[in-house]
């Protein structure tokens, strides 16, 4: 009997795993912490009165989300002491798989609402979710979530992209900006920087990363010449072209023996934006990826 009930609790939840985690990770902005609270949402199904519960995809996202607003209190603390800049964990997808339009300056605008604008925003615009169930999910009123969905619209609106650009010609513009960062061509690179670019690097204080966002294309140049000088002794190695969070991007392993992620916001044909990962604690889950 306690077999059986078990073999049903996993054919249910299952199915469901995957669109619970993409939940928790765009709440979260974190894989190993979506995978731990989509595991004690199993826990919870596992462990409820089944048979009670109608609507099992509902209840268990209303689980979800609910205990992602209970990490992102803890993190939100934790992230007022993180040094250097803050980006979510980078998730990649080869190049050939379906282009995801939720891509890292949208997760990055966020970051800036608070953790109920943030849940009713995912729920309904990104995963359409009805403004009825949201409110039973987070304990408001319905007209109160429309509300939070709004701020929430108003405050990401500028972050979609305005044109989405080919994946061929993303592909085609961070093999060009990998060539020419690493060879030290600093001509062509400067050619493919838009003269506001943001460099945006994420070290967490455990490798040597810039502690602001460098903004505009003279101090990002500044850096890729100090950088390139690295390089020429140091090469820094590819490992795959690809998506990091749904920008044109590629990881590489870097001199340090460590790997890293890049990623290239592009504008009107120029790189707007360089996300660059190189917290190891936000890298673990790409080991298998080369």
């Known amino acids: 009997m306690a077999a059986q009930l078990l073999d049903d609790a996993v054919a249910t ?4 795993r995957p669109r619970l985690t993409r939940i928790a990770y765009r709440m979260l902005g974190s894989v190993a912490d979506a995978e731990d609270v989509v595991q004690e949402a199993y826990l919870r199904w596992h462990a409820c009165d089944r048979t009670a519960v109608h609507k099992p995809e509902a209840f268990l996202r209303q689980v979800v989300t609910r205990l992602c607003l209970d990490v992102l209190k803890s993190a939100r603390r934790s992230r007022e002491v993180y040094v250097g800049p803050w980006l979510p964990e980078p998730v990649f997808t080869p190049d050939e798989d379906e282009v995801d339009d939720f891509t890292l ?3 990055l ?13 995912l729920l309904h615009d990104v995963f359409g979710i009805s403004f009825e169930e949201i409110a039973r999910t987070l304990g408001r009123e319905e007209g109160a979530c429309r509300r939070l969905a709004s701020r929430a619209r108003t405050h990401v609106r500028s972050e979609r992209p ?3 650009i080919e994946p061929e010609h993303g592909h085609e513009i961070a093999q060009a900006f990998f060539a020419a960062s690493r060879e030290g061509d600093l001509g062509r690179l400067r050619a493919l920087l838009s003269e506001d670019v943001l460099l945006h690097s994420d070290g967490g204080g455990k490798r040597p990363a810039a502690l602001r966002i460098l903004t505009g294309i003279e101090d990002v140049m500044k850096v890729h010449t100090a950088l390139a000088r ?10 795959r072209y690809g998506r990091i969070n749904g920008l044109p991007g590629f990881i590489t392993m870097e ?14 044909g120029r790189i707007a934006a360089i996300y660059v990962m190189r917290n190891p604690d936000k890298l673990r889950h790409l080991d298998t990826v080369h």
């Open 13 to 16: 939840f299952d199915p469901l």
């Open 105 to 107: 300056p949208l997760m």
């Open 109 to 121: 605008a966020l970051e800036r609402l608070s953790p109920l604008e943030r849940a009713a925003f």
């Open 162 to 164: 305005r044109f989405a």
């Open 230 to 239: 690295i390089f020429a002794q140091s090469p820094s190695r590819l490992l």
């Open 255 to 268: 001199p340090d023996d460590q790997i890293q992620t890049t990623a290239l916001a592009i504008e009107n």
